[in-house]
Every structure is written in C-alpha cells, then in structure tokens.
C-alpha cells in the first residue's frame, strides 16, 4: 500500500493517458461523443471545441482558413493548462511521455547516466524547432511538424491503425535511452516549448520545503526538467519556471517531505536589509 501511495501520481497519470487514448480509440470504433477527433483538434461531447494551440499557429502560419471554433478550442487550451500548468499536458497528456518514461527508467537501472555524455543538445532547442516548424509551414502551406509529430503519428496510430507508429515510437525510446537523457520532451519536442510559455505564470506548482530537505537529490534524478529544480537545498519557494511539467515524481521519490503541490505566490518576496 505505502508503495502504491507513493506512486500514486505516476498512476494517476498513466491512467489519464491511456483512458484519453481509449476516448479518442472509443469514438472512431463505437462512435462514443465523450472525446472525438485527434489531439490536435477535439470536440468534448461532441459540442466544445478543443485545438492544439500549436497546430493552429502552424495553420496560420501556412494561410489555412480556419472557423472562430478552432480559435475558441486554442483560447480553451491555452487557459486550461495556464492554470493547471502548461508542461502538465506533456506529463498528464501526451502519449509518447509513457515511451520516454520507460527510456530514462531503464537509462537509470543501466546506469547509463554515468556513462561519459556522448550527444549534447541544448534544452532551447525546442524553441527553434517551434520557429522553424512556423517557417516551413509557411513556404509549404501545409502544418509542418503536424505531418511528422510522433504525438500526431501515436495518437492517429491507436485510432486508426498502428501502420509505422511503432517504428517512430522505438525511435524515440532509443534516443532517449541511448542518446541523450529526456531528449525528445525535455530538448526537442515544440510542443514542449509552447506549453512552456504558456505555463509560465501558471498557478498549480511544485513547493519546496527548505528545512525537510536532507539533500538526497533523489528529485532531481528522477525530473525531466531538472533544471527547474534549482532552490533544492537553498531555499523555501516554489517552481518559478514554465519547464516543470508538474508530473510530480520529485513529490513521490521525496523521503523528507520536503516538495508537494501549492498555488503560486505571486507576491514578491522582500529581501532582508
């Protein structure tokens, strides 16, 4: 039981991903109206629209003619996950997050974070992937990174078919596991800097609790991000950066008590004179 609580996150959130896929499966096979269409563009009961605000950057950048509804389904997202914290659709979501999960815990039984870094790639590139993906839909006129999206190619794979989604699918575990730590989410994915940006100022957030910490670094082992775990050991406060993906396996790994969910302190802190 205590081991099951303490994973109680990690479940909830494969139990999120899998029931999403199952909606998505569900409505094409029985003609459900629960969750109809692909990721990138849904109807909830089949009335609210839901849009993958990246795609539909893609869209404008390519000169597509879209209706008000796809732009309703973006501004729905967009404060969804402004509140909830943007990263969490990559955590809680996506369904190429349970494929890197299972590479970077098999990377650390192997103990391949020890061996010496063969590849570096700088987590901002996930920022040119999103330029770059607006240029080429606009010289193409088509959704650039739509076409190739291993979400995309995942997500139309469990609806209509497998076809080479397995393929990009052990792509992507190899490069995470042989290549570099959390590459594909945590340096290349756009999507990842998108919903970065958009949960920059979100409220739900990962809290530090100085005094509890024993400075074990178990968190920061197991974060994809672990860069937005820079107050460890040093001070009280929460996650200040759109990275954190709020997946919270720094919660659960914790012994100390020392991380766990709050709502953002927007006020500023004084410094002491």
Known sequence: MTRILKMRYLILRRITQVGLLFLYFAANAYGWKILSG???????????????????????????????????????????????????????????????????????????????????ISRNTRYWVIGLSLIVSAITGLAAFELVSPITIFNRGVIFGMGMTGAVLVAIFLFDLFGVKNGWCGHICPLGGIYSLIGRFSLIRVKHNQPNCTLCMKCKEVCPENQVLFMIGKESTTVNMGECSNCARCIEVCDDDALRFSIRDFAKRKESK
């Open 38 to 120: 692909t990721l990138s563009s849904s109807k909830l009961f089949d009335t609210i629209p839901l849009s993958d605000p990246f795609a539909v950057l893609q869209m404008l950048s390519a000169g597509a003619l879209m209706g008000i509804n796809v732009f309703v389904g973006a501004v729905i997202i967009i404060l969804f996950y402004g509140i909830i914290g943007g990263r969490a659709f990559c955590s809680w979501v996506c369904p190429v997050n349970m494929i890197t999960d299972l590479a970077n815990w098999l990377r650390r039984k192997l103990l391949l974070d020890k061996a010496e870094r063969k590849v570096w």
